[in-house]
C-alpha cells in the first residue's frame, strides 16, 4: 500500500507528499520504538519491585536468625564462664547435674544459615546490574562474601568438636551427660517414662573440673564462641545496613 502511493507520488514527481509519506512512516517506528522501550522499562521496574521485596523478606530473617544464633553463643560462653567459677571452689556450689547441664551449654554448635535464595537468582540470572542502588548491589556481594568466611569459621568449630572436645569427653566425662543432644534426648526419656536413661557417674564431671585439661577445654569452646559472635556481629551490622538501604529503595 505504502510502495503504491510512493511509486504514484514519483510518477507525479510529488515531492512534498513523497518526504510526507517517509515523515509518517520514521514517525511510526520512532513511536512504536519508544512505546517498546517504555513497556520494558516498566517490566524492569516491576521485577526490582519483586526483587526488593522479597531481598527485604529474606533479610529481615536474616536479622533474626542472627539475633538468635548470638543469643546461644551468650549463653555458651556464660556457661563457661560458670564452669570455671565453680572450679575455683572447693566444693562446687552446684549439683553434678546442673554442672552437666553447664558443660552441654558448652558444647552448643550453633551455626547461622543465610537466605540466599533471592540473592542467587539475581546473580545467577545476571540480573544484578539491574538494581539501581549501587551501593545496594555493593552491600549485598560485600555480606555474601562475609557469609562465605563465616562458614569456615563454623566448619572450623564443628572440627574442633569431633576431633578435640568428643574423644575428651568420651574418656573424662560422663558423655551422654554432658553431650547437648545426648541431654536433649536425657529429658526426652524422663518426660515419655523411659526407663532407657543414660547412666550419669557423679565422680566423672567432679573429677574432670579439679584438671587443667578441663579447663583448656572449655576455655576453647569460649573462643570459638568468642570468634563467631565477633563474625556475627559484623554481619548483623551489614544486614541492618542493606535493610536500610532496601527501605531507602523501595520509597
Request: glycine share 2%; hydrophobic share 45%; aromatic share 8%.
Given at each position: 500500500m505504502l510502495l503504491q502511493r510512493l511509486k504514484k507520488h514519483l510518477r507525479q514527481e510529488n515531492w512534498f507528499a513523497i518526504v510526507l509519506e517517509l515523515v509518517i512512516v520514521i514517525a511510526g517506528l520512532f513511536l512504536a520504538f519508544q512505546l517498546d522501550r517504555w513497556y520494558e522499562e516498566q517490566r524492569l521496574k516491576a521485577d526490582q519491585i519483586v526483587q526488593m521485596t522479597s531481598l527485604v523478606e529474606d533479610f529481615a530473617e536474616n536479622e533474626a536468625r542472627l539475633n538468635q544464633i548470638i543469643a546461644r553463643a551468650d549463653q555458651k560462653m556464660k556457661a563457661v564462664?560458670?564452669?570455671?567459677?565453680?572450679?575455683?571452689?572447693?566444693?562446687?556450689?552446684?549439683?553434678?547435674?546442673?554442672?552437666?547441664?553447664?558443660?552441654?551449654?558448652?558444647?552448643d554448635l550453633a551455626t547461622f544459615q543465610a537466605v540466599d535464595i533471592t540473592y542467587l537468582n539475581i546473580v545467577g540470572g545476571g540480573e544484578a546490574v539491574e538494581l539501581s542502588n549501587a551501593e545496594l548491589k555493593k552491600a549485598l556481594a560485600d555480606f555474601y562474601a562475609f557469609y562465605e568466611l563465616t562458614k569456615q569459621i563454623q566448619n572450623t568449630q564443628e572440627l574442633q568438636f569431633v576431633m578435640l572436645w568428643q574423644p575428651y569427653a568420651l574418656n573424662n566425662l560422663d558423655y551422654a551427660a554432658s553431650n547437648r543432644t545426648a541431654g536433649q534426648l536425657r529429658q526426652k526419656y524422663m518426660n515419655d517414662g523411659s526407663t532407657l536413661l543414660p547412666y550419669i557417674d557423679p565422680e566423672l564431671?567432679?573429677?574432670?573440673?579439679?584438671?587443667?585439661?578441663?579447663?583448656?577445654?572449655?576455655?576453647?569452646?569460649?573462643?570459638?564462641?568468642?570468634?563467631?559472635?565477633?563474625?556475627?556481629?559484623?554481619?548483623?551490622?551489614k544486614t541492618k545496613h542493606i535493610r536500610a538501604l532496601l527501605n531507602e529503595s523501595i520509597e
Amino acid at each position: 500500500m505504502l510502495l503504491q502511493r510512493l511509486k504514484k507520488h514519483l510518477r507525479q514527481e510529488n515531492w512534498f507528499a513523497i518526504v510526507l509519506e517517509l515523515v509518517i512512516v520514521i514517525a511510526g517506528l520512532f513511536l512504536a520504538f519508544q512505546l517498546d522501550r517504555w513497556y520494558e522499562e516498566q517490566r524492569l521496574k516491576a521485577d526490582q519491585i519483586v526483587q526488593m521485596t522479597s531481598l527485604v523478606e529474606d533479610f529481615a530473617e536474616n536479622e533474626a536468625r542472627l539475633n538468635q544464633i548470638i543469643a546461644r553463643a551468650d549463653q555458651k560462653m556464660k556457661a563457661v564462664v560458670a564452669l570455671r567459677d565453680e572450679m575455683r571452689k572447693d566444693q562446687p556450689s552446684l549439683s553434678v547435674t546442673q554442672l552437666n547441664q553447664l558443660v552441654a551449654k558448652t558444647t552448643d554448635l550453633a551455626t547461622f544459615q543465610a537466605v540466599d535464595i533471592t540473592y542467587l537468582n539475581i546473580v545467577g540470572g545476571g540480573e544484578a546490574v539491574e538494581l539501581s542502588n549501587a551501593e545496594l548491589k555493593k552491600a549485598l556481594a560485600d555480606f555474601y562474601a562475609f557469609y562465605e568466611l563465616t562458614k569456615q569459621i563454623q566448619n572450623t568449630q564443628e572440627l574442633q568438636f569431633v576431633m578435640l572436645w568428643q574423644p575428651y569427653a568420651l574418656n573424662n566425662l560422663d558423655y551422654a551427660a554432658s553431650n547437648r543432644t545426648a541431654g536433649q534426648l536425657r529429658q526426652k526419656y524422663m518426660n515419655d517414662g523411659s526407663t532407657l536413661l543414660p547412666y550419669i557417674d557423679p565422680e566423672l564431671i567432679l573429677t574432670a573440673m579439679k584438671t587443667k585439661k578441663f579447663e583448656n577445654m572449655i576455655v576453647l569452646q569460649w573462643e570459638t564462641a568468642e570468634d563467631l559472635v565477633n563474625n556475627w556481629s559484623d554481619l548483623l551490622e551489614k544486614t541492618k545496613h542493606i535493610r536500610a538501604l532496601l527501605n531507602e529503595s523501595i520509597e
